[in-house]
């Protein structure tokens, strides 16, 4: 049937045919549809080894654990690609990424926001005035946490958008990629608001099973 119809259908229509199919979603979620889903130790939490984000597969690349004022504050898990470890190649436009915070205590959203307005505020290299009304919608975004709450940040190259996830339920969305690279800088740039934790998310040591 198929030997067929190929004789029968000009060249450049074959042709047109394969390249439509080799850019259609079946082809692009091959990724997602094998996932590894194995759960692996991330400070006293347990995270997928992998997630998807967008059609893509992407590998957990780091964790460590907040500590503040000799308190656990949240154990942090970073996605991104296996060939990113500079904040430059982490921070861009094409690098699918999501950070998750699992929160080991109670926290005020005023004080998540405190501390989020103070990072990007220090942060030489963003232009905070351009996302300054960005950055307040998402302090009005954030919520008070507690024990067990899940805070998750995903960005998608393909989308350009930004998005804020409380215990899987979503909560508010940005676009664009400078919005991106400043907020998710918080943690992974070279100007982060805890030196520690951003190396250890980079990805030097990925916790084994």
């Known amino acids: ?93 094409d690098t699918p990424l999501r950070l998750e915070l699992h929160y080991h205590r109670k926290v005020k959203a005023k004080d998540i926001n405190k501390a989020m307005y103070k990072a990007l505020e220090e942060n030489p290299d963003i232009d905070f005035a351009a996302i300054r009304r960005d950055i307040d919608g998402v302090a009005n975004c954030f919520q008070d946490v507690k024990d067990g709450d899940v805070y998750a940040v995903e960005f998608d190259p393909n989308t350009q958008k930004t998005t804020i996830f409380l215990n899987g339920i979503e909560q508010c969305s940005y676009n664009g990629a400078a919005f991106a690279e400043a907020f998710f800088g918080i943690w992974i740039s070279d100007h982060p608001l805890n030196k520690k934790l951003a190396e250890a998310l980079r990805g030097f040591d990925v916790p084994k099973d």
């Open 1 to 93: 049937m198929f030997s067929q119809l190929f004789r029968k259908t000009p060249v450049k229509w074959v042709f047109l045919a394969i390249t439509l199919i080799g850019f259609s979603p079946l082809v692009a979620n091959a990724d997602c549809d094998n996932l590894d889903s194995t759960r692996v130790n991330a400070g006293d939490v347990r995270v997928p080894r992998e997630v998807c984000i967008g059609n893509v597969a992407v590998p957990l690349k780091g964790e460590d654990l907040l500590v503040f004022w000799g308190f656990d504050v949240y154990s942090a898990a970073l996605y991104a690609p296996d060939d990113a470890t500079k904040s430059e190649r982490l921070l861009n436009k």
